[in-house]
């Protein structure tokens, strides 16, 4: 079978990601054909020219049309800021390419079923990049979910912190443009409800209040510029089954750095999680002795599947990079028209379409029911 050919638009913090992913697949699942890296766009020339030979890509142009037009691609990953995503995707999907798009969607819920509506009339698989689902340990809290492990969930908090914007001096960059979308809601709380989708499935209502801790921030050319978006958001949440839920999300909280801490309560136990130690779940079950009555602190081990995948020891721990690894297995399955884990475009859309709710909710002041 000829391998599959992956061209790459955008080299910055999730471009390395996926590059490292579509190079490691093979090594790692070994079930699949070793992908082709065959051209990669970057906007800058010479970054292009670098990161195609650090990358291991064949060829790289600084106009990402090129790469579209380029026959010899199957898969497009599009990991460039999230205003250019829906261009993006929809010319890959038009061009009969397969796509493999960053979170969120697009900024706009317009844009976003735009995507969904070339991701139908090209037939091509259209995956979103929601690692955190992939975790192995996320996988196993969703098996003891369907087993009932901890009785009926009747309450879910998950809270999304990072302290990158934390600062009031950090220069204005892209992700504070209302181009860029709502902030707090887009850039993370689409990660939390990512997660929620997997173990419980979507959202049916939201209240929603917003939080802009600094005005305005530093150009690096001099002066200061507004931030026209929100780094904070509080919600409340209905979920399916009368689940009550809470969903915080943060850019600006101090010395968080990667968190994304899952409470998950039932009438019969409780499980918390957190990504900032992602090799690791805590499980508490009633029933026993009061004199025990405690969490049980469950590290990753090679039972765990895919865990084994990469390590044979228990404990040894899985990375970020990793997730990335075993989604783009899924994107692979998808690709093949076998069952994938991975989240595509219908489901992205309704996680959009969530974020879209909240932000109504924010500025009407009231519940907001999710619609579709
Ligand atoms: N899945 C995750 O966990 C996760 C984490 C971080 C970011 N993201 C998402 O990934 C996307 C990119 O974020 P990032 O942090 O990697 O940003 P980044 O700024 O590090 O990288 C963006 C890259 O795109 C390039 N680029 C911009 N416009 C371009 C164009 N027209 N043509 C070609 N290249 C262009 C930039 O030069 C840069 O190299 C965002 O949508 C973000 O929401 C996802």
Redesign the pocket.
């Known amino acids: 079978m000829k391998p599959l050919g992956v061209g790459l638009?955008?080299?910055?913090?999730?471009?390395k990601?996926h590059a490292l992913a579509w190079n490691a697949v093979k090594t790692v699942f070994g079930d699949v054909e070793r992908p082709r890296l065959v051209h990669l766009?970057?906007?800058?020339p010479d970054?292009a020219r670098s990161r195609a030979s650090e990358f291991g890509f064949e060829k790289w142009t600084?106009d990402?049309h090129e790469l579209i037009a380029d026959p010899e691609i199957d898969v497009v990953s599009v990991?460039?800021?999230?205003q250019?995503?829906a261009p993006m995707a929809i010319a890959a999907l038009e061009a009969g390419k397969h796509v493999w798009c960053?979170?969120?969607m697009a900024p706009t819920f317009a844009d976003a079923e735009r995507m969904l509506a070339a991701a139908k009339a090209s037939g091509k698989a259209a995956i979103m990049?929601?690692?955190?689902i992939q975790n192995p340990v996320m996988r196993h809290i969703k098996t003891l979910l369907s087993e009932g492990a901890i009785g009926t969930v009747n309450h879910v908090r998950v809270e999304m912190d990072e302290d990158f914007m934390a600062d009031p001096e950090v220069f204005f960059?892209?992700k504070s443009e209302i181009a860029a979308g709502y902030g707090a809601l887009?850039?993370f709380a689409v990660?939390p409800l990512s997660l929620l989708w997997f173990l419980f499935g979507h959202v049916e209502a939201v209240i929603n209040d917003m939080v802009k801790p600094y005005a305005d921030r530093p150009l690096k050319e001099g002066g200061r510029r507004a931030v026209e978006n929100h780094d904070g958001a509080n919600v409340l949440m209905r979920l399916g089954g009368g689940i009550s839920g809470v969903l915080m999300a943060n850019r600006a909280a101090w010395g968080r750095k990667g968190r994304i801490a899952l409470q998950i309560y039932g009438s019969q136990g409780s499980i918390l999680y957190d990504q900032e130690r992602m090799n690791e779940f805590e499980l508490y079950q009633a029933g026993g002795r009061d004199t025990e009555a405690g969490f049980r602190r469950v590290l990753a081990a090679p039972a765990h599947a895919p865990y084994d995948r990469f390590i044979p020891a228990p404990g040894h721990g899985l990375g970020?990079n990793d997730l990335?690894i075993i989604e783009c297995r899924e994107v692979i399955r998808a690709i093949s028209g076998e069952p994938s884990s991975a989240i595509d475009f219908t489901d992205g859309l309704r996680i959009e379409r969530t974020v879209h709710a909240m932000a109504r909710s924010f500025s009407e002041r009231r519940w907001v029911e999710v619609e579709g």
């Open positions: 638009i955008g080299t910055g913090y999730m471009g990601c766009a970057e906007a800058n970054l600084a990402w990991t460039t800021p999230n250019f995503h960053e979170k969120p990049g929601y690692n955190y960059y892209w887009d850039d990660h970020f990335k």
